[in-house]
């Protein structure tokens, strides 16, 4: 790709419809303008600080109802469809799960595939990936497209023509490690996260140069200060310093090397800090009696310096995990007030099913309430420690190995797992997907081999007692940490939220139907059934004078494994009433894009 | 991550008294030279098919032997992210309820250790060798009979409600196996 080839140049050399915008110094420089467009959908989370909103309101509240299907895209894979397309100018890039397809549609021409790429990855790396093959999306910028792939090659293919124009491996699919996250660009880097938490892998986050591939930085989860990219005086967690390796004194000899941690999830950037933020998830193995320690840092709020690596503050959630209550959803900048000051506010859903709100400045933590009131394994999370209040009965660290401990809430899948959250000015609200589901869980000794599973439990899901409804999705204010309304979803909410000022919020369910409700109230406005259940994220965009909303069906990962396997049997003891219906039921597998519109 | 189990608590009872099923044609290789998962009340596998056939016992108030047992702790845990909950498949892996309908137990033995590749146009389909894995190969016996229990519909979904005590016999070799 010619260096200096600036974005508008290839979309005005197809199309010649777009608006212009000056090439820039920095990959950065153009996306920072580019997602204060509406028209355009130019990284997974819809901008920088990860809000999924956008400020078309051409479809809104009144005349959602009216919605309509203008056109659908199959992608012919049947895996699960996670992340959603992004569409730059008069391009749409939809990405599929393995093989890692990916197409360049041109809407100016009723979305004809200008180029598609499918790389040859070896199917090895097919059963390492823990649930399903899925993806989360592909990265823009500076005409280029940057995919991870499953085999965690990250590869920059150039947004026009889709040739290949650098590839560079993240990691090793034979030892667990793969991808299955969507790359960020921050500057003049690519960002991209691990997966492999079940593998006994240590997970990192790696920035390469958009140009070259070449590595910047690589921030581990945990091991020494200088693979954590930690100062022991300067990093700090809740305001202290960490002190001197703090991601290797926290765990039992050298456990540490198979420590998990894996960066699967979104990352958000901080501009005027500089500093991005993202999640690491569960310590490996599931057995906790076999990992003794807190196990930093796993299960923890990274704030990075986006140069360097260098970690400004931490804060570990969930010290030694003892659920897999993985740390890795979406952080939520917003400026919101707190007690009438106007703060730069971090918010973040987790697994443990607490929804935390931090000062993304310091680290300071301000809010830490339930977001779905089914959670038992804690009370509540003392905001000067940051600890959570645990409770011993659902302890599978107390229960010990080979104790069956029962009746958890949340189970393993957390009261919210990855689909990303919205949040509306507007309205001063986050829109949430999430799980209500609780677990047994049983911990049992196991050996590390590695690229094998490296798990350690047994587990058995499902709804909280005297519920029926294995999802709900919730309109939540971060600034006092309550549920401001909640609607009910026969399964998990796996989709991720999108927040328009239409005061419409859109999301899909796992039987397959693209919801429109009220961002005020939750009336919903709006429901179609898409051809397979919706496990990706709703999109907008505008072209042509006419605003879209696009989204990908296709049902598996975690839903492919267990949720259509279903619930049966009447769940003696734990209250639930009557049967719960396979999500087999409902759907059946195979990667559709459903793109909606107004009628003329 | 996000692995389910989600599971009910029904439990078929019948009873079978049958023997377990040997462990002999386990071919792991551990580092402490232990090769011996499970209890074993034969020694080859040419003399065990009726044993095969039956690799479990299930008495009338539904305790199932500890190898059901703790096939299905292994199975959930190493197995379940692809072939589903209780045996019962994915969208993208086999019911093995189905499965082992049909395979022998030499057939289940072989791809379980060698794993299996069937991926073209249409399907993906990549069953990886466990040959190497000790929390797999160590239970391979247990998991095989929790399967068939399955399989032959006697075991419901979910946790066997009630199993027969691990003995310190077999956490010692559980631990010999897993080495240490």
């Known amino acids: 790709m010619a260096k200096l080839m600036p974005a508008s140049g290839f979309i005005l050399g197809l199309a010649g419809a777009v608006s212009l915008w000056s090439a820039s110094a920095l990959a950065n420089d153009e996306l920072l303008k580019l997602q204060q467009d509406p028209k355009q959908w130019v990284m997974p989370l819809g901008n920088y600080a990860g809000n999924r909103y956008s400020k078309l309101d051409q479809i809104n509240s009144k005349n959602v109802k009216n919605l309509q299907v203008a056109w659908t895209f199959s992608t012919g894979v049947l895996r699960g469809h996670e992340g959603g397309p992004l569409v730059i100018g008069n391009m749409m890039y939809v990405h599929a799960p393995f093989p890692n397809t990916v197409f360049a549609l041109d809407l100016s021409k009723g979305g004809q595939i200008v180029w598609k790429y499918e790389p040859k990855q070896d199917p090895n790396v097919i059963p390492v990936m823990c649930c399903d093959t899925v993806n989360r999306g592909v990265a823009y910028a500076d005409g280029l497209i940057f995919l991870h792939q499953a085999d965690t090659n990250l590869v920059a293919l150039d947004a026009m023509t889709g040739k290949e124009v650098w590839k560079v491996a993240d990691g090793d699919p034979s030892k667990g490690e793969t991808g299955t996250s969507a790359p960020m660009i921050i500057k003049n880097m690519v960002l991209v996260g691990t997966s492999g938490g079940e593998f006994g892998v240590r997970g990192h986050v790696t920035a390469y140069d958009v140009k070259s591939g070449k590595q910047v930085w690589r921030g581990y989860s945990m091991g020494p200060d200088s693979d954590t990219l930690m100062d022991p005086e300067k990093t700090t967690a809740l305001g202290q310093p960490v002190g001197k390796d703090s991601g290797t004194a926290t765990w039992k000899g050298d456990q540490w090397k198979i420590g998990g941690g894996t960066t699967w999830g979104w990352m958000s950037y901080d501009p005027d800090l500089n500093l991005v933020y993202y999640g690491s998830g569960n310590p490996s193995t599931w057995n906790p009696v076999q990992r003794p320690g807190d196990n930093k840092w796993s299960m923890t709020i990274w704030a990075r310096d986006a140069d360097t690596g260098m970690t400004k503050w931490v804060y570990q959630m969930t010290p030694h995990d003892e659920w897999d209550y993985d740390g890795v959803n979406e952080m939520q900048l917003v400026d919101q007030k707190i007690d009438g000051k106007e703060r730069k506010l971090l918010v973040h859903f987790d697994r443990n099913g607490f929804g935390y709100t931090l000062d993304r400045v310091t680290g300071e933590l301000l809010v830490a309430e339930k977001f779905d009131p089914a959670v038992n394994w804690a009370t509540k999370v003392d905001l000067k420690t940051g600890l959570p209040d645990r409770v011993k009965q659902f302890s599978t660290e107390a229960g010990g190995q080979d104790t069956n401990t029962q009746g958890i809430c949340p189970a393993a899948l957390g009261s919210k797992d990855e689909q990303p959250s919205a949040y509306s000015p507007k309205t001063g609200l986050f829109y949430v997907p999430t ?117 990908l069906s296709g049902v598996g990962g975690w839903a492919g494994i267990g949720m259509a396997a279903g619930l049966t049997g009447d769940q003696e003891g734990l209250g639930a009433v009557g049967a719960y219906k396979a999500l087999s039921q409902y759907t059946a597998l195979g990667g559709t894009m459903t793109v909606f519109a107004l009628p003329e | 991550m996000r692995l389910n189990g989600i599971g009910s608590r029904i439990l078929t009872t019948a009873a079978f008294a049958v023997a377990l099923l040997t462990a002999g044609a386990v071919a792991h290789a551990q580092d402490t030279g232990q090769a011996q998962p499970t209890q074993q009340q034969n020694s080859t596998t040419t003399a065990a098919t009726s044993d095969q056939d039956k690799p479990y016992t299930i008495a009338p108030d539904g305790t199932v032997s500890w190898p059901v047992f703790s096939g299905f702790r292994r199975f959930n845990s190493e197995c379940i992210v692809c072939h589903g909950p209780d045996g019962v498949g994915s969208t993208f892996a086999p019911a093995l309820i189905d499965s082992l309908k049909v395979l022998t137990y030499e057939q289940f033995l072989d791809t379980v250790t060698n794993g299996k590749t069937e991926v073209n146009t249409a399907v993906q389909k990549k069953m990886p060798a466990f040959g190497t894995n000790p929390n797999v190969m160590c239970f391979i016996d247990d998991i095989y009979a929790y399967l068939k229990a399955r399989s032959d519909g006697v075991l419901g979904r979910g946790r066997p409600q009630k199993h027969d005590p691990k003995t310190a016999d077999v956490g010692q070799a559980e631990d010999a196996c897993l080495g240490g």
């Open chain 1, 435 to 551: 799980n209500h589901v609780c677990m047994d869980y049983e911990p049992y000794k196991i050996a590390y081999t590695a690229g094998q599973p490296y798990v350690g439990a047994t587990l058995s899901m499902y709804p909280p007692k005297g519920d029926s409804n294995l999802g709900n999705f919730i309109a939540w204010d971060a600034t006092t940490g309550k549920i401001k309304w909640s609607i009910p979803e026969t399964f998990s909410v796996w989709s991720g939220a999108l927040a328009t000022a239409g005061n419409v919020v859109f999301y899909g369910t796992l039987e397959g139907y693209l919801k429109a409700v009220d961002a005020e109230t939750g009336k919903e406005l709006y429901r179609f059934k898409t051809p397979s259940g919706i496990i990706g994220n709703v999109n907008t965009y505008e072209y042509d004078g006419k605003q879209y909303i696009a989204v």
